[in-house]
Every structure is written in C-alpha cells, then in structure tokens.
C-alpha cells in the first residue's frame, strides 16, 4: 500500500498570502488529521476530518481551515500568513473508527509541507 | 486546556546506556500512544496503551501506562545509535478523538 502523500514538499511565501497543502492519505483511510510542527511548541494538532466532515479541533486562528474531499484527500489553507505561521505541516491518515474500548486509531503521517514564511 | 507534558526534551546518553522519557496529562487519558520522529522524517508509530497499568515491550523498548491514567514511561534498555531520534508521546484524553502530543525527548547516542 502507498504511505500518505503530502504536496508540495516545500513553499516559500511571504506575509499576507495564502497557502494550500494537499494530503493524500493511505487508501481505505477515511480519517485525516493536520498537525503543525516547530520546534518551540512540538506537534500542535490542527484538526481532523472524516467523512468529508470536520471531527475534531485544535485551538488555531480561522486564518487555518481544512476540508476533505469523497476520495479522502484533504486540504488545508492558510489565510494571511504570518511569520509565525514557518512550520512543518504534518497530515496523518487513519481509520477513523471510534473504539468504545477506549483504543484510537494508528496515525500513519505523511512526510510532511515544509512551508517558510518571509 | 488539555496538555501532555514530557521530560526530560533533551538527552544525551552513551551506547549502551539505558534511556526513560516521562510524559504526564492534566486530565485522565483512554490512551496513550508512543511515536518515533528520525532526524529529517516523520513520526512512526510505536505502541499503543489502553488498559490501566499496562506494560508492553517490543525489544529494548518498555513501555508504561500509570494506574490513574494520566502518566506513562519509555524505556530503552542498552542503547544503541539506531535509536537515535525525537520520542513522542500522544494521549487521548477522555476518548476525545483528538491526540494531544507532548513536546517530545529527543535522544542522542554517542557511539
């Protein structure tokens, strides 16, 4: 099976633009998730969807929006971006389901959208 | 808010030694699962804990769930320089769906 694919690998931008990352998870995966990665603040989860639906949130600005599509592939977009906004985008693909037993799904992450901000 | 918090964020050790990451919630977790980023990748997945008071090993590796659910451990026992790389620890708290990570311990090895 093909691991989750993330494009583009890199972006340069500068303050003020938008921003659009692509993430294709592995196939039969229903759920992504978008994490933001630096190395001050660790892995920040962003949020997720499943089902073309958004599921969970993390505590970012609306500058930060997502949504899936009915293959799976998600998006996520950065509106006005700040220099803050320089990170690794990480996606990570899963089953989705919701155990009663308490279990999550494995996370299988893509390679990850280095995105630098001048 | 929810947080996982994980110590020590850095640790340098000679191959051979042995390696504990510590990771704490605020807030009782269904689950917990164990991460592993190389320099340069991505993190890949390593064990998943749900039961109170689990522990599991894989090899050299140890892992701990505490008996409130708030706590776990990593441990590596002799290391070696293929262990190299940032550990994460990732909780679910109160079946949440959502996976709030810790800052991570990266580990180096000095052969």
Redesign the interface.
């Given at each position: 099976k093909a691991g989750v694919t993330q494009t583009p690998r890199y972006l340069i931008k500068t303050r003020g633009q938008q921003v659009t990352l692509s993430c294709s998870p592995i196939s039969g995966h229903r759920s992504v998730?978008w994490?933001q990665q630096t190395p001050g603040?660790?892995?920040?989860?962003l949020f997720?969807y499943f089902s073309e639906t958004q599921?969970?949130k993390?505590?970012f600005p609306g500058r930060f929006s997502g949504r899936q599509f009915s293959n799976s592939r998600s998006e996520m977009n950065v509106s006005t971006l700040e220099l803050g906004d320089s990170a690794l985008y990480?996606c990570?693909s899963s089953l989705g389901a919701?155990r009663p037993?308490?279990?999550?799904d494995?996370?299988?992450?893509?390679?990850?959208t280095r995105l630098t901000v001048l | 808010?929810q947080q996982v918090m994980q110590i020590p964020q850095y640790q340098h050790v000679q191959e051979g030694e042995d390696f504990t990451t510590y990771c704490n919630s605020s807030t009782t977790l269904?689950?917990i699962?164990w991460?592993k980023q190389r320099p340069g990748?991505?993190?890949?997945?390593l064990i998943?804990l749900?039961k109170s008071g689990e522990v599991k090993k894989q090899k050299r590796l140890t892992f701990q769930f505490g008996e409130a659910k708030k706590n776990s451990s990593l441990h590596i026992t002799a290391t070696q320089t293929t262990d190299v790389g940032t550990y994460?620890c990732?909780g679910?708290p109160s079946?949440?769906?959502?996976?709030?990570?810790?800052?991570?311990t990266t580990l180096q090895v000095k052969p």
């Open positions: 998730s994490y603040q660790g892995l920040q989860f997720e599921r969970n993390g505590n990480l990570a919701q037993s308490g279990a999550t494995t996370q299988y992450f893509g390679p990850g | 808010g269904s689950n699962q991460y990748g991505h993190p890949v997945f998943q749900v994460f990732a679910n079946n949440t769906g959502k996976l709030i990570f810790g800052q991570g």
